[in-house]
Structure formats: structure tokens, C-alpha cells
């Protein structure tokens, strides 16, 4: 069964440093993976996804991922965090690229000025 | 962009009430919507998938009886909670794929908070 764990809660870091939310996954075929953001009290926005190639994928708002198939990860970083990038981050999972999506327990990033 | 419109936003009912949301894709037309519910911890349980025209196909463990979908039309979804219970009470939200584009082309609605009293 395919799945998608976040191991942290919430990321805390001042406005400026770099960021990164965690996320690994599982699936029994290779993975289409995805990241979504949520801001408050509206639906989720894709930011990026990683289909084939590159390991490296460069999304919306500056935020990059990096996909690592022997630690079946897929991280979300950004160089320069932005107190406007405090939100709820979704890291998910489909073995299709119109397939249902699985999604983690998401991430609460909160940058402070 | 796209946009999927989801209605009410909040909604409050007694106990054994049935709580209709609706999910509408505004400016392109959806053969597939899916409907998830967020619990208060975060976590984004997909609920099952609303397919235009046929029956939804649910996700292990979602009772299809307590929770009716309908997706009448290519731009409307229903997702009715029947007799709602306290524990019903949640956060559900639709989404609506444009057909053949891919994942990053899923549009979600805000969201619907309901509180079962």
C-alpha cells in the first residue's frame, strides 16, 4: 500500500535561513510525488512534483525538492525562508499522475520576522 | 486559474440531522472529484473518489452509507453525511481534476467545517 509520512509536526525557523520539511514515502512502483500548500481558510495549491528525471525540482513560491530514491525521500526546501511562507505544507503520493493521491499528516512551517 | 467552489464553508447540525456539501468546478468541467477529510491533527484522509455519471468508488473503512456521494453532473459533486454524530464532525474538502493533465492540475475547494452538536 502506498503511504506518506511527516515526521515533524511543525518547522520553526527565522525569516531569511533556510527551510526544509521532511517527507518519505512508500510505494510498491515508482512514485509520482507531490507537494501541495495550504494557507488559512483556503484549499490546497500544488507547488511542485516529481514524475522522472531530474532529482532536483524547482516549483512555485522559490521551493525546490529533492528526490532521493535510496532514502525514499522527497524533501521540500527553500534557501530563504519568507514570513509569508507560514502554512500548512502536504507532502503526497500516487502511483499514476491522474491517480488518487495519498497525502502525509502535513507540516505546519511558521517563519518568524 | 481553475476554481472549485465548495459550499457551505461551516455548517452546525444536531445529532441525526444529514448535512449535504457541495463541490463545484466553476470554469472547466470534472469527471472525477475527490472528496477528503481532514482531522484536527493535520492528517488528509482521502474519502473516496466521485466519478460523473457512476457510482463513487470509497476508500477501505468509509461506510458509503453514512457518507453519499453524487456527482449528477461534470461540474457538480454532492457529499451528504446521513444521521451526522458528534464524531461525523470534521473538516471535508473536494477536489476536481481537469481531465487528462495530471495531478498538479487538481484544484481543491476551501473546505466545509461541520460541527455536529
Known amino acids: 500500500a502506498q503511504s506518506v509520512a511527516q515526521p515533524e509536526d511543525q518547522v520553526n525557523v527565522a525569516e531569511g535561513n533556510p527551510l526544509t520539511v521532511k517527507c518519505t514515502y512508500s510505494?510498491?512502483?515508482?512514485?509520482?510525488l507531490f507537494w501541495y500548500v495550504q494557507y488559512p481558510n483556503r484549499g490546497l495549491q500544488f507547488l511542485l512534483k516529481?514524475?522522472?528525471?531530474?532529482?532536483l525540482v524547482k516549483g512555485s513560491y522559490g521551493f525546490e525538492a529533492e528526490f532521493n530514491k535510496s532514502q525514499t525521500s522527497f524533501h521540500l526546501k527553500k534557501p530563504s525562508a519568507l514570513v509569508s511562507d507560514s502554512a500548512l505544507y502536504f507532502c503526497a503520493v500516487s502511483l499514476d499522475n491522474t491517480d488518487k493521491l495519498i497525502f502525509g499528516t502535513g507540516t505546519r512551517l511558521q517563519v518568524f520576522p | 486559474g481553475a476554481v472549485v467552489s465548495q459550499h457551505p464553508s461551516w455548517v452546525i447540525c444536531k445529532s441525526g440531522t444529514s448535512v449535504k456539501i457541495e463541490c463545484r468546478s466553476l470554469d472547466f468541467q470534472a469527471t472525477t472529484m475527490f472528496w477528503y477529510r481532514q482531522f484536527p491533527k493535520q492528517s488528509l484522509m482521502l474519502m473516496a473518489t466521485?466519478?460523473?455519471?457512476?457510482?463513487?468508488?470509497?476508500e477501505q473503512g468509509v461506510e458509503k452509507d453514512k457518507f453519499l456521494i453524487n456527482h449528477a453532473s461534470l461540474t457538480l459533486s454532492t457529499l451528504t453525511v446521513t444521521s451526522a454524530h458528534p464524531e461525523d464532525s470534521s473538516f471535508y474538502i473536494c477536489?476536481?481534476?481537469?481531465?487528462?493533465?495530471?495531478?498538479?492540475?487538481?484544484?481543491f475547494g476551501s473546505g466545509t467545517q461541520l460541527s455536529v452538536l
Open positions: 466521485s466519478n460523473e455519471g457512476s457510482k463513487a468508488t470509497y
Open positions: 477536489s476536481a481534476t481537469i481531465p487528462g493533465q495530471g495531478n498538479e492540475k487538481l484544484f
Open positions: 510505494v510498491s512502483g515508482n512514485p509520482y
Open positions: 516529481y514524475i522522472t528525471g531530474d532529482n
